[in-house]
């Protein structure tokens, strides 16, 4: 029985790995501005033999799904935290990081791994992002990886949350 | 049982010919006067292939073509555009076009396509679709083109000096925005 289990675990795996995440109702949206990064872009960047930095290269083929919504919409805005905090609960997130900045308030929260800075999920919510655009923005980056290399990706990708991610490196050094 | 077996063979005759492919959309498209289409082979980069590196050689010698064909959107044709845009979706969605990357917003989207691994891109398509202009597909084909190779070809498109007159038919379905 118990093998039985796990075949059928085994089979579904990739069915299930490829079905569509929680926030993918937002991509599409007229409202949200959406970039969504598969893994296979991750691979063939990794691959690439450039003078990109090591450190780089390394993060980038431990990486699966890098999503990023953005919006300006109130009522999507508020859909966005209602859909991140029911994921938060049920994924298992724990917080890891919370900064209350003027108006911009910005939430950092992660699925660990195998040690306490390894990561298999960042996932980050952004309120009151750009100034007087309001945005909120929504990432979730999913892989296995460790928190320390992420702030190499936030810099070249010029990702929202970078100066956040680096107050997390910095204490635990 | 020969009529099972050829019932067999028609099936599978059928289902090949039957696979839509973006390749087979660019050819039924190229004389469509709703469209236009655009073929760029390497030579017309127009590059002084003595002054490239080794890698650079490499990577323009993986370039085999470029295609391009694009839509217009306008008044008179939002019901033929609707069904283009939503057929070039559809042939995407095909499991053999991998998906990289994909953007939208409120002005329209983009996503980027390929075919075949990651050490071996047999073909690049990039699909770009502007709520108010209209939609284009920009296939890249290459022969062993590799991840290096394409970022090694941006420095080819660097030096080259390519006649931009060429691209006049794009720039004409751009024009009156």
């Known amino acids: ?173 | 049982m020969k009529a099972i077996v050829s019932c067999l063979v028609a099936l599978m005759v059928f289902s090949c010919t039957k696979e839509p492919s973006i390749q087979k959309y660019f050819v039924q498209k190229t004389e469509d006067p709703n469209f236009v289409a655009l073929d760029l082979s390497p030579s017309f980069l127009n590059v002084n292939e003595a002054g490239l590196s080794a890698d650079s050689k490499k990577a323009l010698e993986s370039f085999e073509k470029m295609n391009i064909l694009a839509m217009r959107l306008s008044e008179d044709n939002k019901e033929a555009y609707k069904k283009e845009r939503a057929e070039v979706n559809t042939i995407l969605k095909n499991e053999q076009y991998q998906e990289l990357m994909h953007f939208n917003g409120k002005g329209g989207g983009a996503s980027i396509k390929f075919v075949g691994d990651e050490n071996n891109i047999e073909e690049f398509i990039l699909f770009a679709d502007s709520k108010d202009l209209g939609f284009a597909v920009i296939r890249v084909l290459g022969e062993n083109m590799t991840p290096t190779d394409i970022m090694n070809f941006v420095d080819v498109l660097k030096q080259s000096n390519f006649d931009s007159d060429q691209l006049k038919p794009l720039q004409d379905v751009m024009k009156g925005i």
Do not use: C, W
Request: positive net charge.
């Open chain 1, 1 to 173: 029985m118990k093998k039985l289990i796990i075949v059928i675990a085994i089979a579904l795996a990739p069915v299930l790995s490829f079905a569509q995440g929680p926030f993918d109702k937002f991509d599409g949206n007229d409202e949200v501005t959406s970039v969504v990064v598969t893994k296979k872009m991750f691979q063939m960047m990794g691959n690439v033999k450039h003078q990109e930095s090591q450190e780089f290269l390394n993060l980038i083929k431990k990486l699966n799904n890098l999503r990023v919504f953005t919006t300006q919409n109130k009522a999507v805005a508020a859909d966005m935290r209602n859909v991140a905090n029911a994921y938060i609960k049920s994924a298992g997130l724990e917080e890891l990081l919370r900064v209350n900045d003027k108006n911009q308030n910005v939430r950092i929260m992660v699925k660990s791994g195998a040690t306490e800075t390894r990561v298999k999920e960042l996932l980050m919510f952004i309120e009151g992002a750009n100034g007087k655009a309001q945005e909120t923005v929504l990432l979730s980056l999913t892989g296995d990886f460790d928190l320390n290399e992420v702030s190499a990706l936030t810099e070249k990708m010029n990702l929202p949350g970078g100066k956040e991610l680096n107050k997390v490196k910095s204490p635990k050094k």
